[in-house]
């Protein structure tokens, strides 16, 4: 029979286990390749019940004593849902940026029309998804899976299952990583976009020289061929700013992770 202090330490063994398997679920419903609907559901949780397994093992004794009451627990679990959820958006911010870089691209080179006749759906774009494709290549290839799953390590010393604050730091980094969305999106689709505006300014000069000429018609010719081209062309400075951005992925998640901890950020 198992005495009382066993029991005790059992159980608390088990709530924090189910505390941590709540985060990694949540980093798992949002982290980038993982939050994919192509991989089936029961994977995902069985991928999180190993790697709680594995974090309640290594960290279950630096963990504070959880008093066993409902709406405290109830409150823990949001709570942790919440930080995990966290980890893997500040993952997804360059992913995000590729697509609507992406975005940015085909609308210019008119390739996005499909969205002007389905508004309802989302239509993916060309550029977004072949942006995307390569930000998943680069992210494995600097082993980026191995930095997520290390941040997800660290998170639990840096925000404890019992600690959590949504300060102003908070809040101006969520909203810095929003922004920073459409700031990489704008940085990488900045050649093509520059390229497809002087396209068009020199068609406005040749419909001004020539009025005869249909413009309209050779809009759409020229636009996709010079887009293509500088695409091709700048392939090696995306692929090179890319890598750049999903390497400081790891600093900037760790930074939001310190303004969830008021202690820290003191």
Known sequence: MLDSGTIYILTGKFIIGILIFVRVLGFTASSPFLRSPNIPVQ??????????????????????????????????VFKEF?????????????????????????????????????????????????????????????????????????????????????????????IKMATSVLVIGIKLAAPIIVAIFLTNLALALLARIAPQTNIFILSFQFKIGVGLLILLISVPLMVMVTKYLLQSMNDETMRFLMTLNPARVK
């Open 43 to 76: 994977l995902k949780v069985f991928l999180s019940a190993i790697i709680a397994m594995s974090m309640t093992t290594v960290f279950w004794k630096d963990q504070p004593v959880i008093d066993l009451h409902l709406w405290n627990l109830v409150f823990l």
């Open 82 to 174: 919440f930080v995990g959820v966290a980890i893997g958006f500040a993952a997804n911010t360059v992913f995000w940026g590729a697509r609507t870089a992406g975005a940015l691209v085909d609308y210019d080179m008119g390739f996005y029309t499909a969205a002007l006749f389905s508004q309802e759906e989302d239509a993916p774009t060309l550029d977004g998804e072949l942006k995307y494709m390569i930000a998943i290549v680069l992210f494995f290839y600097i082993n980026g899976h191995h930095i997520l799953f290390e941040s997800l390590y660290a998170s639990v010393r840096a925000v404890p299952l019992t600690t959590f604050a949504i300060t102003d730091s908070s809040i101006g980094f969520l």
